[in-house]
């Protein structure tokens, strides 16, 4: 059944210009509702056409779906910029990662191009605030006077005190997944679609180039060299690297179960884990890291060999 909705869905999205802006548009507005799920609606939806349908007709479609978005929000006496500023929010990263994809056809250089996104935001946060953790602070204390109960909110202040130089970090690299993970779920439904098990292949054949390892190298040694705020920018791009790395690690992982014929189990089991204990996450993208090297050292002892 689930299937055969999604069937219909994406059918439905990729049968006409029309039927294309109306499936974006109400993919945002759902997102307006959903704030938590509005990648995974929205730039699910941005990614499928993108991915499909090829730039040109993706970046119409979205500038109709945006014109219609303002004539919904001025009908219904809604902020006007804070609802486009949302939309593009999302759809643009999403669109731009999906053209990525849709000319390399490697999802290796989807995460590079999406990496270098938020490390262009996080240069640009940098450039912009002299000091960022003050200025996400003065945000979140807003945040949580308005959220938290009457006379609570100093408790909560104390608790976000040691963490809050790695905000700005986890808001980038949280972005980055988002965008990331649209891509992918668009791949995935464009494969169900036209081309069942093409995803899983792609998905396995992941690889990030074997330059970002010295890349790396370089950003940690820079995190450990220089003085503030030089010293958190690069920090923060460092956690983005991190995440790119959990995403191979990942993909290492799903490529080793399928190749072993393993149990499901042991994918379900990462899954969990990645939940309810996060700190698996810097172990995976260890081997994420680990992956990407054997993979460097095979092509060189390759290259060697023909020499």
Known sequence: MQQLLLALIGNYILSGRLQAVAATTFSILLSLLLPPLAFLISGSVVA?????????????????????????????????????????MICLPVCFAAMVLRWYAQQGVLLVAVGLMATVLVITIYMSIADVASWWQQWLYLVLEEAAPAGNSAQYKEILVPVISMVNAMVVAGLALNIIMSVLCGRWWQSRLFNPGAFQTEFHALRLPSAILPTSAIIVLLVFTLTTPWQAMFRDIMVVLMFLYLIQGIASIHRNVDK??????????????????????????CLGMTDVYIEWRRRKIGLDNES
Do not use: D, N
């Open 48 to 88: 499928l056409i993108t991915l499909r349908k090829g730039a040109v007709v993706a970046l119409q479609t979205l500038v109709a779906s945006l014109l219609l978005l303002m004539v919904f929000l001025l009908l219904v006496k809604l902020p006007l910029l804070p609802g486009l500023a949302y939309a593009l």
């Open 260 to 285: 072993f014929k393993l149990s499901m189990a042991w994918l379900v089991s990462l899954y969990c884990l990645l939940i309810f204990w996060p700190k698996i996450a810097l172990f995976i993208a």
